[in-house]
């Protein structure tokens, strides 16, 4: 009885977060098929440890952690040949031009990960600061400085301009 409820419960979990796993792993990853499997494996995981759930009742922030750690360990085992091509079936492409879409994913994609990861947690997971810093273990101020960062280097790279980072960095190997 007990297996059966926990059973009904994970598919419950399964149904609501996996469009969003998906979509959190095709942007880290870039490639359709190993976010597929990216998002199985997490949840095969999920579910072998759903006793160490701490928080049933919002298991989102769990779920992209062990997402994460399962695209981790992709590099560890194999590195894979990356697609640029986005899958018809994202909702991101409704009533865009390709082209800007395919921009603004390379755009995003050029981040270094540090900034990368926390900006897609935000944006695509809907995710606070405080729970981007929980998931990635660092300090919420932490977080609030990775993701301006990320939005400065975007709008200066939409804009034409230089970033401050790249600025910054440049005027630190020049000293």
Known sequence: MFTRLRQKHFDQIVRAYSPELFRFAYWMCRDRFVAEDLVQEALSRAWVNWDKLRD?????????????NEHA????????????????????????????LFDLENLIASLPLSLREPFLLQTLGGFSCSEIAGQLETTEGAIMVR?????????STLEGTPSQTSTTNRSRKSS
Do not use: C, G
Not at 57 to 67: A, D, F, Q, R
Not at 147 to 155: C, I, N, P
């Open 56 to 68: 049933p009742s919002n298991p989102k922030p769990w779920l992209m952690t062990i997402l994460r």
């Open 73 to 100: 360990r992709l590099y560890e085992r194999k590195q894979f040949d990356y697609v640029d091509d986005a899958p018809e079936d994202l909702d991101i492409a409704a009533d865009h031009d390709p082209i800007e």
């Open 147 to 155: 993701l301006t960062r990320a939005r400065q280097a975007l709008r």
